[in-house]
């Protein structure tokens, strides 16, 4: 009796679970934390727009999962991403989808190690966000990666021996690709002619532009975003100086950049996991889409973003999320799954290590005629 | 020229030169000496060889007409501006290269023309700066709330108390300063300035805006005050019935000079004196 | 050569510096207050300038006029709103206005123009460059110098002879005697702000034609470093703006191409603070005395 | 008593038992779990703003001078907390983190207060626009440096490089350039932030009705008349402005050691024209205001995160209007006649109480 009892409990609830997985998906609340206002509204604006085009992709079809997006905005800086996070947490979220920036994501990374709660960070690239902490995932390439990479694509292709280096020397990104990349040259012996930096307020970099042509720079490398770099670019051309230049994936967004003469950045290469003009079928998707919602071209951060949703939905799928999980037992199940799956996304194929970082080949890419060509 | 009420009596005498002081004071060391003073602002003299003694407890004015450079002496004394000629000597110390801190700590006080008091802080509290060197306790002490700070508080509003019955202003005590009326705050920059236990005050007319019965006042205060703080004065002022009245020695200014010095029957006599305060008169016109 | 290729890069920053710094001094001299908001009225402009160009097809001067017409009601705007009502107010009631005005004009920009960065696109400004032997010379640059000349001159002449300069220099020189001598101060100050913000426009025109990235903190940067500027000239004087803006644009560069990039920020300030420490109103205002 | 002593003793009270009455409901809604997480994660960051918020109304309200650098000291402040803690829990094995705590903040508060004496002797001689614009520049000097700043501890030295990371093998990083001070073991707590707020409020509060402070009022209201009254003016300029730049550092340091990172970036110009609009709109002098406004400031943004597209847009209009509103002669004694009849009411009541 009291077995039939106990399996009919079991059937029932196999009953539910199913019905329920055919009939109600399960919702879980992602929190999408970034700067959606201030001076880097433009990066956290693109993660939330990424991030809510996915979710209302994955919303319409026929998944298990559906997607509640909560945003909170970090203003980029390092209290207010506290109370971002804090907020989002008040708010029910299960999971983060952030944050958008490096150093807001170390620190609320790090108060999440310590609460438990998972991130997965669309484009915070530095090391320190996923440093000595388990419950961070990273979607792009981690700085010294990039860095690394570079150096090694410049080397093995005999691009030049020259090398001038700018970069924003206050800003995490630019920083850390820099630093392993001025190793890496040294070891592939390239030589670095010159090395010259800039701050988040800089306009005018005529000097670092002269440093590099003044010695003779054949290839001039860019670890920064595309706001400076076309204005390095403009600068470089008013001085008739026309080495190539080596940008890096946060560089991707520049023939997009209103009103930008796209003739300046012509032969720039860059290596970049995701270009909004691929003819691949799943970018084009998701460009079109963006494009009708938000009238403009997304730029890496948005497509980050959308694969992140893409992601969290794999890896719950693979943990078996429930909307009633704590974020404390949603956080454990996360890492474990993560580090199981594989997303082909529109940044490309992907698989994480215990680490967080995330494993993925970047492309090179020059611009010609205003548009992307692969390379091999 | 205004009815004369009361004249000071004092026999003038001289102690050095063209310098003279109160008889009573000859034998005391002058509190002010000014020897050749003189200021250039811009290759414009505004003051130029200045001489000037005041004795111990002499009440002293200085006169002359608008722009004759009467405040200019008083800077030049407090060291506001460092003279260009000359020096000025308290007490008998020279005090070229001092700061304004540095003479008044050596017995200067003074008051102003356009009246500057704390005016966001209390009557009280106007007095307290003035004993700012005479009652001190340091600040941590302060801080802290030390004994120190209780022992010395006390002291203050005590004195603060003293010095403002002078003017019988006790009551007045806790209003904002910047919200007294006119002739209060003239009286209070007097207070103020007193509590730092001046030896030479230095009043830039005290009475300017006083009614006759204020001014009335004001004379008695200022001889009452010498009378009980044994201390020199001197007083910058249009109101001739006050400086003929209280003053013993004076000394008019015009263009920057010294027209005349004496007793104020030599001064109302000087006919150089008449003629700088009612233009010189055209010939044939008297 | 490299010498010459830096001092050109200076000047063509200080002009950029120097004629924001004109508006700057002028609005304080005579409003005796800091346009903290000055910065953003040249965004404006920018963004207008921008419009004008990108959208509306329009010819660059037309985009130009344009701008500064929107600037100067704008200008004037502020100015009647926000300063006017606190006109006897403590400075430092009016510096958070101007503080507060500063955010409003730089999000309502946010709200319509957006995060994302636009690109000035370029004109007869900048469309060429001219050689000299081995140094290439923008002609933003040689616009940039001539355009501040122009200006200084143009301005010294109205407030030296006409009756709307003669009465700003009244005002700046004492607000209430001019008053009592039958001077509309309101109005006098009201054109002032109108030509100001009018100059905000063309800055901001020069200094996108330059530096051609536009986003809603565009002005804050160049405002700061030309307010500096004003004061290291001495704030109020005109000739001193742009005597301020110049030196400030060549010791940056300089600072930056013979020290260290990292520390250029650090040198310009440092020299400000030295400056002020000998000459403590600038290097041509006048020093005042306190009336003792 | 005089009437003066006792409305200031009433505003001291009131005052302190404002904080502390705050301080326990707060720790009580803690202990009964009551509290959303959000608030809880702000508790001190409100601290640190609040100490910030009255130490710069020491400069701007009871000094009088026009400061626009106060984040710098609070930068100096929160680096030498972060490097103070990471070499004393790296070198010394000092496990407690009260101890570690407390050094770092008196660290961060002493160095603070040296530089805040190097920066004063020059710049305290200018006045007015002219003090404010050096001190910005002097802000800005401080983020500059210290974006070029590395530290790192190996072996229970400390290695310090400028400019260039030129650090031994194996060293582990304290402050590390532009990434800022890494890797900081939180350990900040509400309980020491009550406390550097009660030190705050009794420095300055204190500091306000004694001879020095009366001595800075004094100078503030009118220099000259202050010097000829044998008041050292530079002296006590310096006294008021070193003492905020050391509680500033203070803040600093507790605000610092509250996150697992700091960068040079947080504390701009922007950052001390925030402080400042604390102290402005608390009110220039007053002391309970500060605490009131920071406190406002910091948690309505939070409050109103819903809204948070349009939070800058609504706080630069509220700022206008303030400004506008509190300091129009029209509007004030419009206000002001609007007021006089409850103003009367409640004084005619109080009198006839008197009487009774």
Redesign the interface.
Known sequence: MKKLFAMMLVVCMLLAGVSALADEPITIRVAHIGPTTGAAALYGLATLHGAEIAAAEINAGDGPYHIELINQDDEHNVEKVINAYNAALDAGAQMILGTTTSKPCEAAGAQGYIDRVFFLTPSASSTAVIEDKDNVFQICFTDPNQGLASAQYIAEHNLGTKVAVIYNNADVYSTGIRDTFVAEAAQRGLEIVSETTFTDETTDFTVQVADAQNNGAEIVFLPMYYTPASLILKTAADKDYQPIFFGVDGMDGILGLEGFDTSLAEGVMLLTPFVATSTDEHVVSFVNQYQAAYGEIPIQFAADAYDGIYILAAAAEKAGITAEMEPEEVCDLMIAAMQEITVDGITGSMTWDASGAVTKSPMAATIVNGEYVFED | MTQVKRRANTKMVPVQSDAIVPERDADKAPVLEARHLGIEFGGLKAVDDFNLTIGKTEIAGLIGPNGAGKTTVFNLITKVYEPTMGAVLINGRDTHGMNIVQASKLGIARTFQNIRLFDQMTVEENVRIGLHNQIKYNMFTGMLRLPGYWKQEKKQHERALELLHIFDMEKLADEQAGSLPYGAQRRLEIVRALATKPSLLLLDEPAAGMNPHETEELMENIAKIRDQFQIAILLIEHDMSLVMGVCEGICVLNFGRIIAKGTADEIQANPVVIEAYLGKKKEGQA | MIFLDNLINGLSLGSIYAIIALGYTMVYGIAKMLNFAHGDVIMVGAYIAFCGLQYWGLPPVIAILAAMAVCTVLGVTIEGLAYRPLRQAASLAVLITAIGMSYLLQNIALMIWGANPKFFPPTFINSTTFKLGQLNISSATVITILANIVIMVGLTLFTAKTKMGKAMRCVSEDRGAAELMGINVNRTISVTFAIGSALAAIAGVLLCSSYPTLQPTTGSMPGIKAFTAAVFGGIGSIPGAMLGGVLLGVIEIFGKAYISTELGDAIVFAVLIVVLLVKPSGLLGKPVREKV | M???KRNRLIYNIVTYALVIAAFILLQSMIANKSI???L???LV?ICSWIVMAVSLNLV?GISGE?SLGHAGFMSIGAYTGAVVSGWLLNSFAVESTLLRLVLAILAGGIMAGVMGALIGI??L??????L???T???G??IR??V??LYIGVQDGHLCFSF?N?NMPEGVTMLVD????A??IK?ISTFAVGFVLILITL??VL??VN??????I??T???R??????????TKYKM?AFVTAAALAGMAGAL?GLN????????FT?NQS?NV??FV?LGG??NVLGSVISATLLTVLP?VL?AF??Y???V???V??LV??F??????RSFADRLIAPLKQLLRGKKQGGDEA
Request: glycine share 6%.
């Open positions: 005089t009437k003066a959303s997480r959000s809880k994660g702000q960051p701007i026009l020059p710049v001689r200018l006045r007015g626009d002219y404010a614009i050096v910005l520049a002097f800005e000097i500059s440096l974006n070029v400019l990371r350039g532009a990434k800022g890494v890797k939180p009794t420095v204190n500091l004694s001879r020095a402070g009366r001595a009022k004094a503030r209201d009118n000259i008349a202050a010097e000829s009254m044998g008041v050292p003016v006294m605000y996150s697992s990172t700091v960068v040079p970036t947080q110009f024209i400042l609009v402005v220039l002098g939070e995160r948070s597209d939070r800058m847009l706080y630069a209009v700022l206008i400004m506008i509190t300091n129009n002669p029209l509007i």
